[in-house]
């Protein structure tokens, strides 16, 4: 069964800093998507990655996808105390969409 | 457009009953797929169905069931609910295979 492992599991980062969140998987696969979660809520798209070298930056997150590495970032710059959540990647296989085990940001101010 | 929608938002229930789940999905999503997010647990998946197909299950007992209207919508069943049971549930829709997944606001079911 694939695997897919974010890593850190827990975020707690300054507002300004600058972190990177990771998103390693075991299969080959050439579409990646990240989502948020609020506490509470559903799953919010942030990203489609769907080819190797793929990069999508939207205000303070960008995100990139290597699929040699089967490595995905999500990249954070310069945090803000609204970016605090729970981001999901997950990796699409064409059969199933298989999430990785989130990562819980919190943004101290 | 209106997004993804679930019913009911809340939903208890006793140990041995029967659960059922409701989904819509956005309009022109032919796929729809079920997951459950227990607590601490991350989502996993349930099923996927397409035009009206069940076209994959995760790794979860019979118990656990659905299906997929003509109209596109699905129902989540759950028999003989154990207490395990109890989680958010979330159904997601997309326009195809390789699209990406819309969510819905979830279903919280509690098992007392």
């Known amino acids: 069964e694939l695997k897919v492992e974010q890593n850190p599991l827990f975020l707690s980062m300054q507002e300004g800093k600058n972190y990177t969140i990771y998103c390693n998987y075991s299969?080959?696969?050439?579409?990646l998507y990240w989502y948020r979660q609020d506490p509470g809520k559903s799953l919010e798209s942030l990203f489609v990655?769907?080819?190797?070298?793929a990069v999508k930056q939207e205000g303070r997150l960008m995100a990139s996808l290597d699929t040699k590495a089967r490595l995905s970032t999500l990249h954070i710059t310069a945090a803000v105390h609204d970016l605090s959540a729970t981001y999901f990647c997950a990796v699409d296989t064409g059969n199933q969409f298989y999430f990785g085990t989130g990562t819980s940001l919190t943004v101290i101010p | 457009e209106a997004g993804v929608t679930q019913s009911p938002t809340h939903l208890i229930k006793t140990r041995g009953q029967q659960a059922t789940l409701r989904c819509s999905p956005i309009?022109?999503?032919?796929?729809v797929y079920w997951y459950q997010q227990a607590l601490g647990l991350g989502l996993q998946f349930l099923l996927w169905y397409d035009e009206g197909e069940e076209r994959n299950r995760g790794n979860f007992p019979p118990r656990f069931s659905g299906r997929q209207f003509p109209n596109y919508s699905s129902e989540l069943n759950v028999n003989a609910l154990e207490l395990e049971d109890s989680a958010l549930y979330l159904c997601?829709?997309?326009?195809?295979?390789?699209?990406?997944?819309?969510f819905g606001d979830g279903t919280r079911l509690s098992i007392l």
């Open positions: 997601a829709s997309s326009r195809a295979v390789g699209q990406p997944q819309h």
């Open positions: 990655l769907l080819s190797n070298g």
């Open positions: 309009s022109g999503h032919t796929s």
């Open positions: 299969t080959t696969s050439d579409r």
